[in-house]
């Protein structure tokens, strides 16, 4: 896969070789990276605007540090600036380059717009809930289909997601032990952290709690929840596993 992307307010071009199932963004302090990752993620919420339940848009909020209990969509805007609107281009190997405007329409609602020569898609995706709401037009004729599968499934994993360990427990480590996909972290937590692990589980959460578990890390002699194992090995636990069901 190769992607050219082109934001306009920001002058960031960027050409990406050879994307994989796992990408890593590595770079010095406002160099980009975050504004390539934005970019993305909003195409996808064009397309799907979930990630386990939540938002993508209120997701991308909550990364950049902004921790409360509402946010608006004009935080996406340089200064605050809602009358100006966000543009930037794609361009997927030989396609034909789409040009992709963003609107701001309401604090919790974005207008998204592709287009090119003869063709334009515009959707309606908001901060409060999941999908991409209303649309006009089709993204089949802007896009090919392998272009939007892998738009679709792309998926942000950072410690901002790694920290919603307890909503993992129940959507992400149930499809890891059922294909014993812990016995490949288990390896790797050997290796990075020395932890002895043979796998994952779950556990009773407490003696006195019927009926709900809690997830554990498996050594020969005992059973370790995963919150007591240290952060560190926590943390690539969960980004291991969500990269493993890519």
């Not at 288990?186 to 002895?196: D, F, P």
């Amino acid at each position: 896969m190769r992607l050219l992307l082109r934001i306009l307010e920001e002058s960031v071009n960027v050409a990406l070789e050879a994307f994989g199932k796992v990408n890593i963004f590595v770079g010095k302090n406002n160099s980009g990276k975050s504004s390539i990752l934005e970019a993305l993620c909003i195409i996808k919420s064009a397309l799907t605007n979930e990630i386990f339940g939540e938002s993508m848009l209120r997701l991308l909020l909550y990364r950049r540090g902004i921790e409360r209990t509402s946010y608006t969509v004009r935080e996406f805007w340089h200064n605050y600036e809602t009358d100006k609107n966000i543009k930037f281009y794609l361009k997927f190997r030989e396609e034909e380059p789409v040009s992709v405007e963003i609107k701001w329409q309401t604090d919790n609602l974005i207008e998204i717009s592709f287009s090119k020569a003869d063709a334009k898609f515009t959707c309606y995706p908001r901060i409060d809930s999941v999908g991409r709401g209303t649309s006009s037009g089709k993204i089949e004729d802007i896009l090919r289909e392998e272009t939007i599968t892998y738009l679709q499934r792309l998926m942000l994993i950072d410690d901002q997601l790694a920290r919603k360990l307890e909503k993992h427990e129940t959507r992400v480590f149930g499809r890891i032990l059922e294909s014993r996909l812990d016995k490949k972290i288990a390896i790797e937590l050997k290796k990075a952290y020395g932890v002895n692990a043979e796998g994952l589980s779950y556990i009773p959460f407490s003696p006195g709690i019927l009926g709900k578990t809690k997830l554990a890390v498996v050594t020969p002699k005992l059973s370790i929840h995963i919150d007591d194992i240290g952060d560190g090995a926590k943390y690539t636990t969960v980004i291991l596993s969500l990269a493993l069901l890519l």
